[in-house]
């Protein structure tokens, strides 16, 4: 059985940690959103870019250049909706879509990667092509996918359960909770 003599504990997100202790340790959005107000730091951006934004004011050099702000979405579609209704530019996954690729493609319909991609891509194609487009990519969309860096919760489950393949979500989510609150590097010095 091994011990935790000596092991570090997670300090709490505030303004005495520098940057590179910041990013040394696993931080839900919620926390890094609470640090960014103490400290006056815009929150929007996603996790990612806000980490880099409160490593920077933590210690105090620039923040990187903030990414060109999109567009909003715009027009959005509204019921009733069929295969011929085009898609406009900015569109969402929404619920009106949801519902309209239910009802044509069945119970199974979800929005993953491709149908999310088709969605926002597809402007000036019709529902019916993204019913097509769903049919096309099942095949690809069984494959395991890449999940995102900013999904770390995600792929920690994926990973865990290949290698429990009979463990129990309890299991994992203690194991994730292990995880999380050990630091990601050798500490700072």
């Not at 934004?53 to 060109?68: E, S």
């Not at 009106?96 to 194609?125: K, N």
């Not at 049919?135 to 429990?164: K, M, P, V």
Request: charged share 25%.
């Amino acid at each position: 059985m091994s011990s935790n003599v000596g092991a570090e504990v997670r300090p709490e997100p505030s303004a005495a940690l520098s940057g590179d202790e910041l990013a040394r340790w696993y931080w839900t959005l919620a926390e890094l959103t609470a640090l960014a107000r103490d400290l006056g730091v815009p929150r929007g951006g996603g996790k990612v870019a806000l980490t880099e934004r409160l490593r920077a004011a933590l210690d105090g050099v620039a923040p990187p250049a903030a990414p060109p702000r999109t567009r909003s979405a715009g027009r959005q579609l509204t019921a009733p909706v069929s295969g011929a209704t085009v898609i406009p530019e900015g569109q969402r996954c929404s619920q009106v879509l949801r519902e309209y690729f239910r009802r044509e493609i069945g119970p199974a319909f979800h929005f993953d990667s491709p149908m999310r991609t088709f969605v926002a891509e597809g402007a000036g194609r019709t529902l019916a092509d993204g019913v097509v487009h769903w049919h096309a990519t099942r095949r690809a969309a069984a494959q395991g996918q890449e999940i995102g860096s900013q999904f770390e919760l995600n792929r920690f489950l994926r990973d865990w359960h290949a290698e429990h393949p009979a463990g129990r979500r309890t299991e994992a989510l203690a194991a994730w909770r292990a995880h999380r609150d050990r630091p990601r590097g050798p500490a700072a010095g």
